[in-house]
């Protein structure tokens, strides 16, 4: 056994059993909890199925979600590229706020700030009705560009935001990154990866990693095997270098999030790094397993009543760890 694995079996074990935040799947409508039990346990078994119909089934519920004093101003160009833009929500008559970016997911290939009118940005309007200012952001996707355009196109973002947040109200010097599934990748390489950030540093405060594909891997029982050659390559010598659980010794404060029913294999790549940083940092970063929710609920649930996702992050900002 390699001494990270040992020191995974204790400090995976630690942070399980700690104390749950407030917010809970119980204080979602009944016909949703309902709903959910019935496709979490089915979940990894069919994602392309079970992933659209949580969206659906959380879409009604975030149009109704609180949005009042939120100014939106969409698709902002950080680069040339249509897909290098995002949008800002900004609480009206704020200022030196700190600044969150959620990047969104979609299997290295597809994907959109703006899954619908919706989802996305019900975390965004969260996180500016608790006086952060929000970032939505699109980055570039495979196949049409590589390994490391996507990570790059993070950092483009956070140049961008530096020189435009006072504008909007925020605080370029307090940037936190939220990356969900491939986005968490991405957002893992860019303020992981010295050959990615360069001599500048990343330029941000802290990184919260939700479900993400940490490492590049096209094992063939992982149904998104194939999406990951598409980004990374069919060169597997390679993949090492190109993982984020291999940039433990990151000093950067880090916040790791799985599902209790994640999508094949994420759940793991996160707690490897989890168990590096323990290892590598001699403490062990944040970590939260979000009991009754799937690969696609944790983050539908943030601006509803299940707040405990949200709560968690602004705590993580809040402390700095």
């Known amino acids: 056994m390699f001494k990270w694995q040992a020191v995974f079996v204790v400090s995976l074990a630690l942070a399980l059993a700690a104390k749950p935040a407030r917010g809970q799947v119980s204080r979602l409508p009944e016909a ?46 950080y680069g040339t590229d249509s897909q290098q833009t995002l949008d800002v929500y900004q609480p009206r008559g704020e200022k030196d706020l700190p600044v969150v970016v959620f990047v ?23 996180f500016a009705r608790h006086q952060f200012l929000g970032i939505n952001a699109n980055y570039r996707l495979a196949p049409k560009y590589v390994y490391p355009a996507a990570a790059q196109d993070i950092g483009r973002a956070v140049a961008w935001i530096k020189e435009n947040a006072v504008r909007f ?23 992981f990866d010295p050959k990615i950030y360069g001599a500048t540093g990343p330029g941000v405060s802290g990184v919260v990693l939700i479900s993400g594909r940490l490492k590049a891997d096209n094992r063939a029982d992982d149904p998104n095997g194939q999406r990951v050659e598409e980004y990374f390559g069919k060169d597997t010598s390679l993949y090492a270098e190109r993982s984020p659980v291999n940039f433990a010794r990151s000093p950067l404060p880090t916040f790791i999030v799985i599902a209790e029913f994640d999508n094949p294999f994420l759940d793991v790549y996160s707690a490897e790094l989890f168990a590096k940083m323990c290892e590598a940092r001699s403490k062990c970063p944040r970590f939260l397993r ?3 929710h799937n690969h696609q609920s944790t983050t539908l649930s943030i601006n509803t009543g299940d707040d405990q996702l949200g709560h968690e992050i602004i705590d993580f900002i809040r402390q700095g760890k």
Do not use: C, M
């Not at 078994?45 to 004093?69: C, H, M, V, W």
């Not at 919706?118 to 965004?124: P, S, T, Y």
């Open 32 to 77: 949703i909890q309902k709903k959910l039990a019935e496709i979490n346990p089915l979940y990894q078994s069919n994602i392309r199925k079970y992933g659209p119909q949580t969206i659906e089934l959380f879409t009604p519920l975030l149009a109704a979600g609180p949005k009042d004093g939120v100014s939106v101003t969409t698709d902002q160009a």
């Open 104 to 126: 969104h997911g979609g299997a290295l290939t597809t994907g959109d700030k703006n899954e619908n009118k919706e989802v996305h940005a019900n975390v965004l309007y969260y």
């Open 169 to 191: 109200g925020g605080d370029p010097q307090r940037i936190y990154l939220i990356g969900r599934s491939t986005g968490a990748l991405h957002v893992a390489t860019w303020a």
């Open 290 to 292: 979000l009991a009754g």
